[in-house]
């Protein structure tokens, strides 16, 4: 009886130890950079094009008072056409939040949604 305990107790060491090295695995995939997660960039990429690129991508007439900024590089300057700095957190926020003539689309995007637009518009 003692021995079969033993085992036991073995196996749930066992498993637990598995547990933590598969874990520490995904950890040190979802801290790759974002470019080099090719599934969120698309994710990201199919986001944009239905829901920013109507707007920030559009050369025709939108009848807007104001043209949107067009989106290219936007993480490689040092601030968003706003004057706000060219954050992650701040994107998120005009994302949501909506700015100027820009609707909210806090409604629109869930979370996993808004995390792969961030990826994809650092790519750009």
Do not use: W
């Not at 990429?45 to 829901?51: F, L, T």
């Not at 409604?107 to 650092?122: P, S, T």
């Amino acid at each position: 009886m003692n021995e079969n305990r033993t085992a036991r107790l073995a196996g749930v060491v066992l498993a637990g130890v598995a547990v933590i090295a598969a874990a520490g695995c995904q950890r040190a995939d979802s801290s790759l950079a974002p470019a080099q997660n090719p599934i969120a960039v698309q994710q990201g990429k199919n986001i944009y094009d239905a829901q920013c690129a109507m707007c920030h991508e559009s050369t025709s007439d939108l009848h807007l008072l104001k043209v949107p900024p067009r989106l290219d590089g936007l993480f490689q300057k040092q601030a968003l056409p706003s004057g706000a700095p060219a954050t992650d957190a701040e994107v998120r926020n005009v994302i949501l939040n909506g700015r100027g003539i820009m609707p909210p689309f806090e409604l629109v995007i869930d979370n996993d949604d808004l995390k792969a637009l961030l990826v994809y518009l650092h790519t750009r």
